[in-house]
């Protein structure tokens, strides 16, 4: 469905996310973006979704913290997980290589989350062999949500890191947070690495 008067924009392979000015993001994203007033339902390049405000995710966060205590970080790491692995097929148009998720995918998609305001993503170190990856997180709008902590509180963000390794490394890996901003820091840390054997 097309919007009367709106140009037909599409990001394609070719688009470097990184470097589209914001009104030309803003126009990209309207674009992929099909509110259908009448059903309730907002999709997004042809998926389902929503508009939530991180402080909404954080609440959530919050009272699993209150009711479950530290078995509260696992369900959002799993539930990140999860998320991530379902969330690749509405991105796969924009991905350079269409057999397999590689690194220039994976930085394609940090682009795309960028833009859906999860914060810029870079990718600092890669090593496929030790299925290593470090990433760097500037803006995350959970960390930015929680406010003051002593802990990393990005549970959701390191599962949903790991999924995407698990895709882009085809094995099982384990991310964790080392740094976030929530502490002060910077920025947040993510250090992905292959789950140890038994």
Same mark, same amino acid.
């Given at each position: ?63 699993? @913290?209150? +009711? ?7 369900? &959002?790491? =799993? %539930?990140?997980?999860? !998320?991530?692995? *379902? ?34 993503? @870079?990718? +600092? ?7 290593? &990856?470090? =990433? %760097?997180?500037?803006? !995350?709008?959970? *960390? ?47 250090? =992905? ?6």
């Amino acid at each position: 469905m097309q919007i009367p008067g709106r140009k037909a924009l599409k990001i394609d392979a070719t688009t470097d996310l990184s470097k589209v000015p914001p009104t030309q993001a803003r126009e990209l994203l309207a674009a992929s973006l099909v509110p259908d007033p009448t059903s309730g339902v907002l999709r997004l390049s042809d998926e389902p979704c929503v508009i939530v405000r991180p402080e909404a995710i954080v609440n959530i966060q919050k009272q699993l @913290e209150q +009711t479950i205590g530290g078995s509260s970080k696992g369900v &959002l790491y =799993l %539930s990140g997980e999860r !998320s991530s692995r *379902a969330g690749i097929s509405p991105l796969e148009p924009i991905l350079r290589s269409s057999a397999r998720l590689t690194i220039d995918g994976a930085k394609r998609i940090a682009d795309a989350s960028a833009l859906l305001g999860w914060g810029r993503a @870079e990718i +600092t170190s890669f090593d496929p062999v030790r299925a290593r &990856l470090l =990433l %760097s997180l500037t803006n !995350s709008p959970l *960390a930015l949500a929680y406010g003051p902590a002593k802990k990393p509180v990005c549970h959701f963000l390191a599962g949903w890191i790991a999924g995407l390794g698990q895709i882009l490394l085809e094995r099982e890996v384990l991310c964790e947070e080392t740094a976030c901003a929530a502490q002060g820091r910077e920025r947040c840390e993510f250090e =992905l690495r292959s789950m140890p054997t038994a």
